[in-house]
Nanobody, 123 residues
Framework: QVQLVESGGGLVQAGGSLRLSCAASGLTFSYYTVGWFRQAPGKEREFVAAIVTNRDTYYVDSVKGRFTISRENAKNTVSLQMNSLQPEDTAVYYC?????????????????WGQGTQVTVSS
């Protein structure tokens, strides 16, 4: 049974940092493209970042230079380091996995999802 579990969310002041982690069981992350998505209240789920099997990384423009996605294959985890957080980053953040090395920003291309972790940035 595939399970993705996010952790590391919380409440932080603007300008602060958080590190989200996604731990997988039932699949081996090294064979997957892993993405982070977020959904704010009243908004659609949006792509944030992705890392493919060769460790190439992709980001939505609004987080470039502030967020860093990385993977630790030995621990079967993927992390999202978030710096210089702003109130507009407030959302539920989801980890998702897509088998193979194809990069995608579309949520429909990711077949496995975590339950999400809340990130709240106060002004």
């Amino acid at each position: 049974q595939v399970q993705l579990v996010e952790s590391g969310g919380g409440l932080v002041q603007a300008g602060g940092s958080l590190r989200l982690s996604c731990a997988a069981s039932g699949l081996t992350f090294s064979y997957y493209t892993v993405g982070w998505f977020r959904q704010a209240p009243g908004k659609e789920r949006e792509f944030v970042a992705a890392i493919v099997t060769n460790r190439d990384t992709y980001y939505v423009d609004s987080v470039k230079g502030r967020f860093t996605i990385s993977r630790e294959n030995a621990k079967n985890t993927v992390s999202l380091q978030m710096n210089s957080l702003q109130p507009e980053d407030t959302a539920v953040y989801y980890c998702a996995a897509s088998v193979g090395s194809r990069y995608s920003r579309s949520a429909t291309d990711f077949g496995s999802w975590g339950q999400g972790t809340q990130v709240t940035v106060s002004s």
